[in-house]
Every structure is written in C-alpha cells, then in structure tokens.
Nanobody, 126 residues
Framework: QVQLVESGGQLVQAGGSLRLSCAAS????????VGWFRQAPEKEREFVAG????????HYAVSVKGRFTISRDNAKNTADLQMSSLKPEDTAVYYC???????????????????WGQGTQVTVSS
C-alpha cells in the first residue's frame, strides 16, 4: 500500500497562485495514477485533476481547466498541483489519491481510488 502526504495549502488572495505537493511512500509511486480532489464545507468531495501512471495523460474538471496543472515526478515520488488565478470558490480541503487499476482507469470517481492523503487546506480570500 502507498501512503500519501499533501502539503502546500495556505491562505491566498484571489488571483494568486499556489502549488500543492503530494509525497508518496511505500509501494512504487509509478504503480499508481494520481488524482487531486477537493471538498468544501457542506459539499461533496469533487474531482479536480488526474494524471496517468507515466504522466503522459491528464484530466481536469471543467471548473479548473486552464488554471490548474497536474504533474508528477516518479523519481521523486511526488505529484503536484499548480494552481493559478485562484478564486474564492476554490477554497476547500485538497486531497491527493492513488489509483492502481491500470486497465480500468476512471480518474473522476473518488470511490475507485486505493489510498488517500490527509488533505491540505486552501483558502482563497476575496
């Protein structure tokens, strides 16, 4: 099993940028696709971005496309989420998650991920 730890969340003004990082340990990180999800108070957890095992394929939620960029470095066992042009509605706890089923990749479905980090708080002030 892989263990995930997120970092980088903080308070930022609207229009600003932030980079979140997800550090993995345990099983080889290249065995997993990675997703970023977020959950705002009283809302369901939602998909933000996903990256394939090699990093060649990415997916984004419509709400963040063009503003967020997901990347990974398998040699460093990290996956990052670069966020720019942040809006107050981006305020949430952000989670990274690991997905192992290589032949049935469904990056959008939180229930299909194998492991989750503890989350990092991002707050965007207006």
């Amino acid at each position: 099993q892989v263990q995930l730890v997120e970092s980088g969340g903080q308070l930022v003004q609207a229009g600003g940028s932030l980079r979140l990082s997800c550090a993995a340990s345990g099983r080889p990180f290249s065995s997993y696709a990675v997703g970023w999800f977020r959950q705002a108070p009283e809302k369901e957890r939602e998909f933000v971005a996903g990256v394939s095992w090699s990093g060649a394929t990415t997916h984004y939620a419509v709400s963040v496309k063009g503003r967020f960029t997901i990347s990974r470095d398998n040699a460093k066992n990290t996956a990052d989420l670069q966020m720019s042009s942040l809006k107050p509605e981006d305020t949430a706890v952000y989670y990274c998650a690991a997905y192992s089923d290589y032949f049935r990749w469904d990056p959008f479905s939180a229930g299909k991920y194998d492991a989750w980090g503890q989350g990092t708080q991002v707050t965007v002030s207006s």
